[in-house]
């Protein structure tokens, strides 16, 4: 059965540094999103991608936060400079374009020290 | 008032109980509802997705909608300790963003 893969599983990083978390959505999904989990916190939604462009994006996805599909598989999430507080697990997801339903990939968990 | 409300648990049952879920939601805009299970650590599973009032079973697995009340549930029966995990509910509208409640920890103990 296909699934969302993401990589890597673990990230830790320094406070300030960029990292780039990376995913590939199921082949023929079209619609892609970033979600975030802070330990012992809901998922909460960060952005959503179509077309090569951000369709949606919530308050939380500021200027330190950027996506991008740079082929055909593969869509990322980079934050610019690290924060303490983006200490999260991440979350990619996809789903059909026609179709509600969102499939999720395991998740990168992001440590910034 | 949170768009979302879900009793974070744990919610602690016996092997082979019927376990019943619940989500409260505010805004009536939200046409589509759905459950994941999330095991520690992982990504959301889908396990659920409804669109209109009524019930919908898939195996052990019944989710219902009452879009009069706002308020949808997921009946687990027979449950089983590898049904162990927190269940989150998400609700959605047209094709945007999913908005989750804040999940709650199901623990079925042998």
Known sequence: EPEVTQTPSHQVTQMGQEVILRCVPISNHLYFYWYRQILGQKVEFLVSFYNNEISEKSEIFDDQFSVERPDGSNFTLKIRSTKLEDSAMYFCASRELDQETQYFGPGTRLLVL | ?110
């Open chain 2, 1 to 110: 008032q949170k768009e979302v409300e879900q009793d974070p648990g744990p919610l602690s049952v016996p092997e082979g109980a019927i376990v019943s879920l619940n989500c409260t939601y505010s805004n009536s805009a939200f046409q589509y509802f759905m459950w994941y299970r999330q095991y520690s650590r992982k990504g959301p599973e889908l396990l659920m997705y409804t669109y209109s009032s009524g019930n919908k079973e898939d195996g052990r697995f019944t989710a219902q909608v009452d879009k009069s009340s706002k308020y949808i549930s997921l009946f687990i029966r027979d449950s089983q300790p590898s049904d162990s995990a927190t269940y989150l509910c998400a609700i959605g509208k047209g094709f945007q963003k999913l908005v989750f409640g804040t999940g709650t920890r199901l623990l079925v103990s042998p």
